[in-house]
C-alpha cells in the first residue's frame, strides 16, 4: 500500500480527513520522501491550504535529497519558470541531467530541449487563413515530431475522462457536450519542453505567455467528439480571446475542427496548429466562432489546446 493509500485508509477508518492529512505531514516531518513529495503538491495546489511555492520548494528539496527524482523534475519546473524563486533554466536543465540515467522523463527532456524548434523557424511557418474576419489560420508545421511523440508519451499516464464540476460538489460528472480523455498541465506540472512549447505559442498568437490557461492535452478514441460550443464563455471579465489547437498526430479518420455558422472545416496535419480568435472587435464573445470536434470515425486523435485571454491570466483560478 502506498503510503498516499494509507493516508486515506486512516481518514476513512476515522471519518476525519485531517487524520490522512496529519499522517502525511507527520511521516514528512520525518524525513520521508514521498510525504515530502505529496506536502509539496499540496501547497501547490492550494486544495486545502494557500498556495505557497516557497514551502513547496522546502519539501520538494527534502524529497529530491532523498533520491526521489519525481521531486527533482517537479523542482526542475518551478526554477525554470520561475515559481517560487528566480527563473534559472541552466540550473533545471543541470538537475536534470544529474537523474537523467535512472528517470526516463528527465532523461527524455535533456535529449530533446537542444532538438526543438528555434523562434525564427517558428515566426517564418506557413500560414493558411481560412478567415480574415473572424480571424481563423493554420499555421503549418509548428510541432516537430519529436515534440509532438514526448508530449503524447507524458500524456497518456495522467490522462482522465472529460467531467465537468459544480461548485460544492466533489464528484464530476460525464461532460454533456464533450467525450474524450485529457490531462491539464498547471505551471507547476509543465516541464521545460512543455514551457517551451508555451513560449512558442505565445509568439505565433502574438499573446503573452502569462495570458494563456493550462495546457489542455487531449485524446479522443473512436466515436468521441466534442460537440458544438463557443470557447469564449459568458460574463468572463477576463475572456477567451484566443485559442490554438495542436494537431499532434493525424494517422486517424475524422475528428475535423469545424465552424458550422462560417461553413469552414479544417484539419490539421500532425505539427499544424489552428489559432482562432473567439471574440470581436468589441472583445464580446463572437457568435460566428461556434465551432465542434467532429466524432473521430477510426484511430485515435490527439491534440493540445491552448486558451488565451485577454489579460494576464492565473492559470490556477477557474474563471
Known sequence: MSLFEEAKEIARRSGRPQDGIAFIERKATDGDAEANLIVARWWLYASDRPRDAIAAHRHLNAAAGKGNTEAVRLLANLIAAGIGCEADSSKAIAMLKQVA??????????????QMMTEADALSATRDRFSAEPSIELVRQLLLPGERDYIMRVATPVLKPSFVYEPGVEQGKADPIRKSEGAAYLPHDEDLVIQALNRRLA???????????????????????????FDALPG??????????????????????????LGISARGAAGDVLIFTNVDADGRPDP????????????????????????????????
Open 101 to 114: 540515467d535512472r528517470d526516463g522523463v528527465a532523461a527524455a527532456q535533456v535529449a530533446l530541449l537542444p
Open 203 to 229: 509568439l505565433v498568437t502574438g499573446t503573452a505567455v502569462d495570458q494563456r490557461e493550462a495546457l489542455y492535452v487531449i485524446r479522443y478514441l473512436p466515436g468521441e467528439e466534442y460537440r458544438p460550443h
Open 236 to 261: 468572463l471579465a477576463n475572456q477567451r480571446s484566443k485559442t490554438a489547437i495542436c494537431y499532434l498526430n493525424d494517422d486517424y479518420e475524422g475528428g475535423a475542427t469545424s465552424f458550422p455558422e
Open 288 to 319: 460566428r466562432l461556434r465551432h465542434a470536434g467532429e466524432a473521430v470515425t477510426a484511430g485515435i486523435k490527439w491534440i493540445a489546446t491552448r486558451w488565451i485571454r485577454q489579460r494576464t491570466h492565473d492559470p490556477y483560478e477557474i474563471e
